[in-house]
């Protein structure tokens, strides 16, 4: 646990201890919480690049609102992701790839591109694929804009990253431990971590430890994660869409 979240566990023992009423020992709390951690985090951002780019190393960070989407017609149709080299996205074959998606499958969904839909789609088992999806192809859903608490609480899982969130017993807020990890050729692994105490602004909830900030959007089933390259060592990050893992 780190210093500055060890400081504020210990406040909140002296508020606990106050021979004052619950209600004004809330209010206490809230007020703790906002003076400890701040309301925004600035991960880097996806608009810097290209506007025709779409991937998932810029997905997580992208400025534009997260939705849902299913693939909506005919059963039998396949419904191909389309890269964005050169000058694509454009409905030809040199920028349609390999991938594809059928009717009823769930993608989270963030910027446009003229007729073009910025698309992540997250199997149950194996890696991502993202791309761009023609939107006419898609029937759009928005998500609740004030998920309940408890559809915050679990272990969440990208990879070999995790997030895992409780509901705090003193504080009522929303506890979360995360592990992060890069793993490059051979021995040369560098790990990270977040531990911080937050209260959920609507769909999101910011994270911050000393300098590691990150931004978390519970968007569906979905947990869209961004940092601000701060929570670990070289090239560690959240950034990723994370998905709840079953109870065993």
């Not at 810097?48 to 609102?65: H, I, K, M, Q, V």
């Amino acid at each position: 646990m780190s210093e500055g979240l060890n400081k504020m566990a210990k406040a909140t023992d002296v508020i606990f201890e106050m021979k004052t009423p619950l209600w004004l020992k809330q209010i206490l709390l809230a007020l703790l919480l906002l003076l400890c951690v701040p309301t925004t985090v600035t991960p880097q951002k996806a608009d810097e690049y290209p506007a025709n780019w779409c991937r998932n190393g810029l997905f997580p960070s992208d400025e534009a609102e997260f939705g849902l989407a299913k693939i909506g017609g005919n059963w039998t149709a396949r419904i191909h992701f389309f890269t964005d080299d050169d000058d694509c996205p454009n409905y030809t074959a040199k920028c349609e790839t390999k991938r594809y998606l059928i009717t009823g499958d769930q993608v989270l969904v963030s910027r446009k591109y003229g007729k073009w839909v910025c698309a992540w789609y997250q199997p149950q088992k194996g890696s991502e694929t993202v791309g761009w999806l023609l939107a006419d192809k898609l029937i759009m859903s928005e998500p609740p804009a004030r998920p309940a608490l408890a559809n915050w609480i679990g272990l969440w899982k990208y990879g070999k990253k995790s997030l895992d969130i409780r509901r705090d017993d003193k504080t009522g807020f929303l506890k979360v431990k995360g592990y992060a990890i890069w793993e490059g050729i051979g021995a040369n692994v560098h790990v990270g971590g977040v531990e911080a105490i937050a209260q959920p602004q609507g769909k999101e909830l910011n994270l911050v430890e000393e300098e590691c900030q990150v931004s978390l959007k519970l968007v569906g089933d979905y947990l869209v994660a961004s940092d601000n390259s701060e929570c670990g060592g070289v090239n560690v990050r959240f950034n990723g869409v994370f998905r709840k893992a079953p109870l065993r």
